[in-house]
């Protein structure tokens, strides 16, 4: 089994930062975080930020503004929130490649409002 954890989320106001952190735990023996997505209630789920091997994506929306960075064995990662908008509000998720299946925590909340 493989746990994921994120964490860091919370209320700021707009043009202010967040630094979310994300820890994989349990059988973690070929899991790499793989990148951060979020989530508005009635909507998809959107990819944040990815990182593939030498491959960064980051959505056109945060480009410039976020950043995500993991450690060399892949088991922590971050997504630096930078210049905050009220848009960014969402539940962020981390996204977790292991083998055939893709894991995902619970999210933490991410609230941008004055």
């Known amino acids: 089994q493989v746990q994921v954890v994120e964490s860091g989320g919370g209320l700021v106001q707009p043009g202010g930062s967040l630094r979310l952190s994300c820890q994989v735990s349990?059988?973690?023996?070929?899991?790499?975080?793989v990148g951060w997505y979020r989530q508005t209630p009635g909507n998809s789920r959107e990819l944040v930020a990815t990182?593939?091997?030498?491959?960064?994506t980051y959505a056109d929306s945060v480009k410039g503004r976020f950043t995500f960075s993991r450690d060399y064995e892949r088991k922590t990662g971050y997504l630096q929130m930078d210049t905050l908008e009220p848009e960014d509000t969402a539940v962020y998720y981390c996204k977790v490649n292991s083998g055939w299946t893709s894991y995902w925590g619970q999210g933490t909340q991410v609230t941008v409002s004055s």
């Open positions: 990182r593939s091997g030498n491959v960064e």
């Open positions: 349990g059988n973690t023996f070929g899991a790499d975080i």
